[in-house]
């Protein structure tokens, strides 16, 4: 729950006002020992803390996946494997893994989705990571246009969904190989290009640094480079742009 939210329940009777003033007095972050949660970060910064599971031991995970669902009602994890997943849906059943882009989630009925990012990819191999970008954005409430399998060895694929992507208030161009999706989306739209550069590829791509240095040194305007199969930092991102760019080229959704 954020600051407007309490406010809002303050006006309308559902809590008292020393139960909100018990809100705002609570300290920014909340001990666990093993971490420190950041339950005030959508305060901040308009985005809720998301749990990047990788590496974490499976008791670690699981009572902070219990603790920020509690603070928040829903709750986002990234990178998370099967393994994982089940351990947590032991203790909440209702909970969804994408086997594809590896995110974790139990996440509010009937969302708005505003405004639109599309998010295109190069090749079928790249879809792990443009579905990080897409489900990250959709979690926070973005519209998301998926154009998949449009790269530059069958450009005429690409100009077939311009019209799609030239409506979208950013577009999130995913690539591995050489990279070109990103220079060549660039060159079209009117709108700005977040460059998701993959490790796909064969032994020259350096897991992603081939396409890496082409995103970076693109000759087309309006591209941002994020990290190698970055797909989460790209959906923040475009959701951020997305915000700023409000309905005007969107349209509103409920799932």
């Given at each position: 729950?954020?600051?407007?939210?309490?406010?809002?329940?303050?006006r309308?009777?559902?809590?008292?006002?020393?139960?909100?003033?018990g809100y705002?007095r609570r300290?920014?972050?909340?001990?666990?020992?093993?971490?420190?949660?950041?339950?005030?970060r959508k305060?901040?910064?308009?985005?809720?803390?998301?749990?990047y599971?990788?590496?974490?031991?499976?008791?670690?995970?699981?009572?902070?996946?219990?603790?920020l669902?509690?603070?928040?009602?829903?709750v986002?994890?990234?990178?998370?494997?099967?393994?994982q997943?089940e351990?947590?849906?032991e203790?909440?059943?209702e909970?969804?893994?994408?086997?594809?882009?590896r995110?974790?989630?139990?996440?509010?009925?009937?969302?708005?989705r505003?405004?639109?990012i599309a998010?295109?990819?190069a090749g079928?191999?790249d879809?792990?990571?443009?579905?990080?970008a897409?489900?990250?954005?959709e979690y926070?409430?973005?519209?998301?246009?998926?154009?998949?399998?449009?790269?530059?060895?069958?450009?005429?694929r690409?100009?077939?969904?311009?019209?799609?992507?030239?409506k979208a208030n950013?577009?999130?161009?995913?690539?591995?190989?050489e990279?070109?999706?990103?220079s060549?989306?660039?060159?079209?739209?009117?709108?700005?290009?977040?460059?998701?550069?993959?490790?796909?590829g064969?032994?020259?791509?350096?897991?992603?640094?081939?396409?890496l240095?082409?995103?970076?040194?693109?000759?087309?305007?309006?591209?941002a480079?994020v990290?190698?199969?970055?797909?989460?930092?790209?959906?923040?991102?475009?959701?951020?742009?997305?915000?700023?760019?409000?309905e005007?080229?969107?349209?509103?959704?409920?799932?």
């Amino acid at each position: 729950m954020n600051a407007r939210e309490v406010l809002e329940q303050v006006r309308e009777g559902r809590i008292s006002v020393d139960e909100a003033e018990g809100y705002f007095r609570r300290q920014p972050f909340e001990e666990m020992e093993f971490a420190k949660l950041d339950l005030h970060r959508k305060v901040r910064s308009g985005f809720p803390e998301v749990i990047y599971c990788q590496g974490k031991a499976e008791a670690h995970l699981l009572k902070i996946f219990e603790r920020l669902y509690e603070a928040e009602g829903e709750v986002f994890g990234t990178r998370a494997s099967v393994e994982q997943y089940e351990r947590i849906r032991e203790s909440f059943p209702e909970t969804v893994y994408d086997p594809v882009s590896r995110i974790i989630k139990i996440e509010k009925e009937e969302k708005k989705r505003t405004g639109c990012i599309a998010v295109c990819t190069a090749g079928t191999a790249d879809i792990s990571v443009a579905e990080e970008a897409a489900q990250t954005a959709e979690y926070f409430g973005s519209h998301v246009d998926r154009i998949y399998d449009v790269g530059v060895a069958g450009i005429h694929r690409l100009f077939s969904r311009m019209d799609r992507i030239q409506k979208a208030n950013c577009v999130i161009a995913v690539a591995g190989m050489e990279g070109a999706l990103a220079s060549v989306i660039g060159g079209l739209v009117d709108k700005p290009v977040i460059a998701v550069p993959t490790s796909v590829g064969y032994g020259a791509s350096f897991q992603g640094v081939a396409p890496l240095l082409t995103m970076i040194n693109s000759c087309a305007n309006g591209i941002a480079v994020v990290n190698i199969d970055n797909g989460y930092g790209a959906g923040y991102i475009a959701t951020q742009i997305n915000r700023m760019g409000g309905e005007t080229n969107g349209q509103d959704t409920v799932s």
